[in-house]
Each structure stands twice: as structure tokens, then as C-alpha cells.
């Protein structure tokens, strides 16, 4: 799923796709955020909105600082 000209994804959305993946492959946050990355932005990450990329990095940090 690449970003191009969907919707605004919300940090909670972020919050609740990377605690899927950590779920349900048993990884790691930082391999939850790889993928991710990869899933969401594809490798072209300038050209996603940076209001959905700061969102990312918001849930990212979130989740990193609970544990």
C-alpha cells in the first residue's frame, strides 16, 4: 500500500499497524517500523505528505517510549 494521493493516516492509524506487525510476526518495533516503511512509503519517501510521514514518526516514538 503506497501513499500517493490517499487519505490523511493518522498516528493512531501508524500506533495500530505497528503493533499489528509486532503481533502478529513477533518482531521487534524498529523491524515493525521497517516494514512498515517499506508497506506505506514504498522507497519513495519525498514524495509522501509530510503531514503522514510526521505522523508515522510520532507513533513511532510513542510506541519506542513505552517500553
Do not use: D, G, L, P
Given at each position: 500500500?503506497?501513499?500517493?494521493?490517499g487519505g490523511k493516516l493518522s498516528?493512531?492509524?501508524?500506533n495500530s499497524y505497528m503493533k499489528l506487525i509486532m503481533y502478529t510476526k513477533d518482531c521487534s518495533l524498529e523491524e515493525s517500523s521497517k516494514i512498515t516503511l517499506e508497506r506505506v512509503f514504498g522507497k519513495e519517501k519525498n514524495g509522501t505528505d509530510v503531514e503522514v510521514y510526521q505522523n508515522y514518526l510520532k507513533a513511532y516514538e510513542e510506541l519506542r517510549n513505552k517500553d
Open positions: 500500500m503506497r501513499i500517493k494521493h498516528k493512531a492509524y501508524f
